[in-house]
């Protein structure tokens, strides 16, 4: 594949970028959702927890395999870099 080049800009905002320590993914035939929320870790966890959208990304399947793909790339090369990223064995 051919390497393209291309210039990003963004405004102050858009470079801050977001924080977020929860996300969820939705889909349908023609798109994948994917929310991005913070979820404050001082707040005790209720059965009816509020969290803040930060952000939502949509992207057509094939978007997302990319994304997906990159993603997988990315985590092998930080892991080389600085070692395994160690989940908690007890997400809950």
């Known amino acids: 594949m051919a ?18 320590n ?15 929320l913070f979820l404050e870790p001082q707040t005790q966890p209720t059965q009816d927890g509020q969290a803040m959208l930060m952000s939502r990304v949509i992207l ?4 997302m ?3 997906y793909q990159a993603i997988g ?5 930080y ?3 600085f ?5 908690p064995a007890n997400l809950t």
């Open 73 to 77: 790339e990315n985590i092998q090369r």
């Open 22 to 36: 929860l996300v969820l993914i939705s889909h349908r035939k023609e798109e994948f959702v994917l929310d991005f």
């Open 65 to 67: 395999k990319r994304l």
């Open 60 to 63: 057509n399947p094939g978007h």
């Open 79 to 81: 892991e080389k870099n």
């Open 3 to 20: 390497e393209r080049k291309m210039n990003v800009t963004a405004d102050n905002e858009a470079r801050r970028g977001h924080y977020s």
């Open 83 to 87: 070692g395994t990223i160690v989940l």
